[in-house]
């Protein structure tokens, strides 16, 4: 059974501050990993994909791959109330492209 | 812009009745999901369509049926809702599997289904 694994949370973040969220998945095969930002009552929205070890950064998002230690993070930086939200980690290690979802971090910025 | 389409997005079906949702793309993509929802769960894949190749998961009930017409468009069919069935249903696209990007997914805005 693959799994992938995420703090539920809330992670409570001041504004401004970082936020950190990790993820651990089981199948040592998976290839791409992603991260999907999901607001309450709608669908996820893709935030970013990684694919090789180390580190990515899109604007105020950094995605840090470790595949020997099999996680996934995501920084968020400056975060604002805006970033309210659940974080989905997903993984892909299927030729047909599915994905495995983590549950979500619910992360939670204050003012 | 292209995108991912999804109707209805609120849905109310008595216990029983059937209820078809669609969902359409814009993005050409070769492959088309059906995934379910419910309240601080992940998404949980009840079945892909790779092209016009059908592929069920093994733990999605027999409740659940899909037709993939044409490359745009996607039903997802349930025969007699129960109240378990009352979710978030999300539709999501990827360009192809096995290329560098590929097999991103981009998720419609999803169809919110209440059974009374």
């Known amino acids: 059974q693959k799994e992938v694994e995420q703090n539920s949370g809330p992670l409570s973040v001041p504004e401004g501050a970082i936020a950190s969220l990790n993820c651990t998945y089981s199948?040592?095969?998976?290839?791409?990993f992603f991260w999907y930002r999901q607001y309450s009552g709608k669908s996820p929205e893709l935030i970013m994909f990684?694919?090789?070890?180390g580190d990515k950064e899109d604007g105020r998002f950094t995605a840090q791959l470790n595949k020997a230690s099999q996680y996934v993070s995501l920084l968020i930086r400056d975060s604002q109330p805006s970033d309210s939200a659940t974080y989905l980690c997903?993984?892909?290690?299927?030729?047909?492209?599915?994905?495995?979802f983590g549950a979500g971090t619910q992360v939670v910025v204050t003012p | 812009d292209a995108m991912v389409i999804q109707n209805p997005r609120y849905q109310v079906t008595q216990f029983g009745k059937p209820v078809t949702l669609s969902c359409s793309q814009t993005?050409?993509?070769?492959?088309m999901y059906w995934y379910q929802q419910k309240s601080s769960q992940a998404p949980k894949l009840l079945f892909h369509?790779?092209?016009?190749?059908?592929?069920n998961e093994a733990d999605t009930p027999d409740n659940f049926q899909s037709r993939r017409p044409n490359t745009s468009f996607c039903f997802l069919d349930i025969r007699s809702p129960g109240l378990g069935d009352a979710a978030m249903y999300l539709c999501?696209?990827?360009?192809?599997?096995?290329?560098?990007?590929?097999?991103?997914?981009?998720f419609g805005p999803g169809t919110r289904l209440l059974v009374l």
């Open positions: 999501a696209t990827s360009r192809e599997p096995g290329l560098v990007g590929g097999e991103t997914q981009y």
């Open positions: 997903a993984v892909n290690g299927d030729s047909w492209g599915k994905l495995q």
């Open positions: 199948d040592r095969g998976s290839q791409s």
């Open positions: 990684i694919y090789s070890n």
């Open positions: 369509y790779y092209d016009k190749d059908f592929n």
């Open positions: 993005l050409n993509h070769n492959v």
